[in-house]
């Protein structure tokens, strides 16, 4: 479908991800991207440098300086950011993984975090766009471990594509998996999951959709949150792994649909009486 019909603020923001990955692009190739015409991308190109955040070049964009800039170093600060929360939440996710079962791992610094705590575990099969994650369990006992392809994510240090994995044919095959893992941006109170991007939201999507059950990995400054896109409601399937517990509104939430809400700190108490 052509995106000449969204609505101009989305497809801006669409573009600006777009360029955070490339750095730069030509007029012809946003178009090409966006299916619109170059006359739409140049008003976009227009609208977006007063707000400085590109910079015109002859016949193309690139990203502004400061934003480039910004674009590279969160993924670095946010592993130390609730650096002691992410470590515990993923501690106790770890707990629900099995020996010999099947995972699919979303990127960021939390379920980077579960890497370690997965040591123990052995036979597992782990699927993921994670790029930093392979080397970290290469030595902790998995058994297969599989990294979606797919457009690069400076920011994020992960993959966009479709789940999907290659058979010895070269064909893509459909995937299924016992667990999907995913850290999110941000969980309203009224259940819903969101994230900063709309491919990242959709491949967020299609993991949960190709798994038994899915982890909810959020540190309890995700919670009340909305970002740009939104992933999916909580349901039966979801289990949310959290360090404190959140509001009465997403608590209440979450018992009508089903899911289930893990507080870290509240397992340590009750392990301590």
Same mark, same amino acid.
């Given at each position: 479908?052509?995106?000449?019909? /969204?609505? @101009? &603020? +989305?497809?801006?923001?669409?573009?600006?991800? %777009?360029?955070?990955?490339?750095?730069?692009?030509?007029?012809?190739? /946003?178009?090409?991207? %966006?299916?619109?015409?170059?006359?739409?991308? +140049?008003?976009?190109?227009?609208?977006?440098?007063?707000?400085?955040?590109?910079?015109?070049?002859?016949?193309?964009?690139?990203?502004?300086?400061?934003?480039? *800039?910004?674009?590279?170093?969160?993924?670095?600060?946010?592993?130390?950011?609730?650096?002691?929360?992410?470590?515990?939440?993923?501690?106790? &996710?770890?707990? *629900?993984?099995?020996?010999?079962?099947?995972?699919?791992?979303?990127?960021?610094?939390?379920?980077?975090?579960?890497?370690?705590?997965?040591?123990?575990?052995?036979?597992?099969?782990?699927?993921?766009?994670?790029?930093?994650?392979?080397?970290?369990?290469?030595?902790?006992?998995? +058994?297969?471990?599989?990294?979606?392809?797919?457009?690069?994510?400076?920011?994020?240090?992960?993959?966009?594509?479709?789940?999907?994995?290659?058979?010895?044919?070269?064909?893509?095959?459909?995937?299924?998996? =016992?667990? &999907?893992?995913?850290?999110?941006? #941000?969980?309203?109170?009224?259940?819903?999951?969101?994230?900063?991007?709309? @491919?990242?939201?959709?491949?967020?999507?299609?993991?949960?959709?190709?798994?038994?059950? =899915?982890? /909810?990995?959020?540190?309890?400054?995700?919670?009340?949150?909305?970002? %740009?896109?939104?992933?999916?409601?909580?349901?039966?399937?979801?289990?949310?792994? =959290?360090?404190?517990? @959140? #509001?009465?509104?997403?608590?209440?939430?979450?018992?009508?649909?089903?899911?289930?809400?893990?507080?870290?700190?509240? /397992?340590?108490?009750?392990?301590?009486?």
């Amino acid at each position: 479908m052509s995106k000449e019909s /969204l609505y @101009p &603020a +989305r497809r801006r923001a669409e573009i600006l991800e %777009f360029l955070r990955d490339r750095v730069q692009a030509s007029i012809h190739e /946003l178009a090409t991207e %966006f299916s619109v015409s170059e006359d739409t991308v +140049r008003r976009d190109v227009e609208m977006l440098a007063s707000q400085n955040a590109v910079e015109r070049t002859h016949g193309g964009v690139t990203i502004a300086p400061d934003d480039r *800039f910004t674009d590279v170093v969160p993924f670095v600060k946010r592993i130390d950011a609730q650096a002691a929360a992410k470590d515990e939440i993923a501690r106790v &996710a770890a707990t *629900f993984i099995e020996e010999g079962q099947s995972m699919i791992i979303y990127g960021g610094t939390t379920t980077l975090a579960l890497a370690k705590h997965l040591a123990p575990k052995r036979g597992l099969t782990v699927v993921t766009n994670n790029l930093a994650l392979p080397q970290e369990l290469y030595s902790r006992g998995v +058994r297969e471990i599989y990294v979606l392809g797919g457009a690069y994510r400076l920011r994020s240090q992960v993959t966009i594509g479709p789940v999907a994995l290659s058979d010895g044919t070269g064909k893509p095959r459909s995937i299924h998996t =016992t667990w &999907a893992i995913i850290g999110v941006g #941000g969980v309203s109170d009224e259940g819903t999951v969101w994230t900063s991007s709309l @491919p990242e939201a959709g491949m967020m999507r299609e993991m949960m959709d190709c798994a038994s059950n =899915t982890l /909810l990995l959020a540190d309890s400054t995700k919670f009340g949150k909305r970002e %740009f896109a939104e992933v999916a409601d909580l349901s039966e399937k979801t289990t949310l792994i =959290t360090e404190r517990r @959140p #509001g009465q509104a997403l608590l209440d939430r979450a018992a009508e649909v089903g899911a289930t809400v893990i507080v870290t700190s509240e /397992l340590a108490t009750d392990s301590a009486q």
